[in-house]
């Protein structure tokens, strides 16, 4: 697609499961971002990639978040042991060298 | 470290009327300024961006806003709204160069009113 692309859209999911959000970026785009949106914010820095390494991870709120993206195009957010206060809007944008496009967000509850 | 205060959370505006969103930031270098918009179940979209040269930048959608180094401010604009531009606006600071994470302002909300 010509797009960045988020799955699932929604997710619901229990306390104490683990979850795996996935973003396709916008082919050729060498730079991936993941932000959080929490209600009546605005989004909150991860991570960001070049290529398939972490270059700045201080945005992730403990070791319980993680995030790879092993051949430097879609990237995979992985949250262990998800708490209710997770649950928010997470954002992935990617970049070439500028502008950033967002997709549309995956819709995390936990219940 | 690099901070954005949207002063307004919620603006209430009538349809043809103009309208003022307010961005203040903080940073002791050289930034980069954006301004995007949410709608309603859509992704973020980009407004407009200061990176350098010309203060006055001008948007999509009839949008202009102004960066002002003394007072630290990049005021989103527009003389005349629409229902349509009823939206989520979030004003963007980030370091000069590419591929840095943008940090972002709590949103203001626009709410046209007929």
């Known amino acids: 697609g010509a797009g960045v692309s988020q799955t699932p859209s929604n997710k619901v999911t229990e306390k104490g499961k683990y979850v795996e959000l996935r973003c396709d970026p916008i082919s050729g785009h060498t730079a991936l971002y993941w932000y959080r949106q929490s209600l009546g914010q605005g989004p909150e820095f991860l991570i960001y990639f070049q290529g398939t390494g972490a270059a700045d991870d201080s945005g992730l709120p403990n070791d319980r978040f993680f995030a790879v993206r092993p051949e430097g195009s879609v990237s995979t957010l992985k949250i262990q042991r998800t708490e209710r206060g997770d649950s928010a809007v997470y954002l992935c944008a990617s970049s070439k060298g500028g502008e950033l496009f967002f997709g549309e967000g995956s819709r995390l509850t936990v219940l | 470290a690099q901070s954005v205060t949207q002063l307004d959370s919620q603006v209430p505006v009538f349809e043809e009327a103009p309208v003022e969103l307010r961005c203040n930031y903080s940073?002791?270098?050289?930034?980069?300024l954006f301004w995007y918009v949410q709608y309603p179940n859509q992704g973020l979209q980009l407004l407009l961006k200061y990176l350098s040269g010309s203060t006055l930048v001008k948007g999509i959608n009839g949008f202009e806003a102004e960066f002002n180094k003394s007072q630290t401010s990049f005021h989103l604009r527009k003389p005349s709204v629409h229902i349509s531009d009823t939206a989520e606006y979030f004003c963007a600071v980030s370091p000069p160069g590419g591929n840095t994470p943008l940090v972002f302002g709590k949103g203001t909300r626009l709410s046209v009113i007929a």
């Open positions: 940073s002791s270098v050289s930034v980069y």
